[in-house]
């Protein structure tokens, strides 16, 4: 499996498992979140999701072969992907992000998507995705502009910096900066997790829904600016991987 499932009073603890390549992203990773999610859903009021090994995750794992597809194929599995922006959305608790070392391209979507980050001090944060030819996909053009602002977000995704876990804090993006961010990202769990349930939902759902009336509109636009991009041909040449350097 390449995400680990463990549930304790309430608190269901989600870890990326493909250490060896710093948790990127392949399709069974996806579809393994998106279980151990439906899991969570019928068993957890809170879950926590972190990454093994040496980073959260370094976005999409580019050494995996360019899938012979068609368009609506292309589709499909971005809207797979996207998936996991809904199921964070949609699941009735709150999801807390623990993140270490790179959360880089679809690994920042996945965390910044959750209701709360807390990164350890050695977190990297940022979108490589133009530097490669590619394009974010997971809600955060919709996102990131309501967390920094415009101006900001263009920055963040035009330039692809890669910013420290401090700077993500002054920028709005992460709520805690810790030594141990699993540790951390517990306690906040469990003292989410003894609040009254309904309480907790519909305060989510309300912050949610006036701040995500378009959230939907971006996903389905950022499909099909992926799709083009794949279509251009301007990622055809070797890239390096998002976590390294």
Do not use: W
Not at 134 to 153: D, E
Request: proline share 4%.
């Amino acid at each position: 499996m390449t995400v680990d499932y463990a549930c304790h009073e309430g608190v269901a603890v989600l870890r990326l498992n493909r250490p060896e390549r710093l948790n990127a992203v392949v399709p069974a990773l996806v579809d393994d979140l998106l279980a151990a999610f439906r899991r969570a859903a019928a068993e957890a009021r809170v879950v926590v999701l972190a990454g093994r090994g040496r980073s959260f995750c370094a976005g999409h794992d580019l050494k995996e072969p360019v899938p012979a597809e068609s368009v609506l194929e292309t589709r499909a599995r971005l809207e797979r992907i996207q998936d996991v922006t809904r199921a964070v959305r949609d699941f009735p608790g709150v999801v807390i992000a623990a993140v270490h070392g790179y959360a880089l391209g679809a690994g920042c979507e996945f965390a910044l998507g959750c209701d709360l980050v807390v990164a350890h001090e050695d977190a990297r944060f940022g979108f490589p995705e133009v530097s490669v030819g590619l394009s974010v996909t997971g809600g955060i053009s919709a996102l990131l502009p309501r967390m920094v602002g415009l101006p900001r977000a263009k920055e963040l995704l035009l330039l692809g910096e890669r910013v420290s876990a401090q700077r993500a804090h002054e920028l709005g993006l992460i709520n805690r900066v810790t030594t141990d961010h699993e540790k951390t990202a517990l306690e906040l769990a469990g003292e989410i997790a003894s609040r009254p349930p309904v309480a907790v939902s519909l305060a989510k759902r309300v912050l949610d829904l006036g701040a995500d009336a378009s959230l939907e509109a971006a996903l389905a636009t950022e499909v099909d600016h992926a799709i083009l991009t794949s279509l251009s041909g301007e990622n055809e040449a070797p890239r390096e991987e998002f976590g390294r350097g």
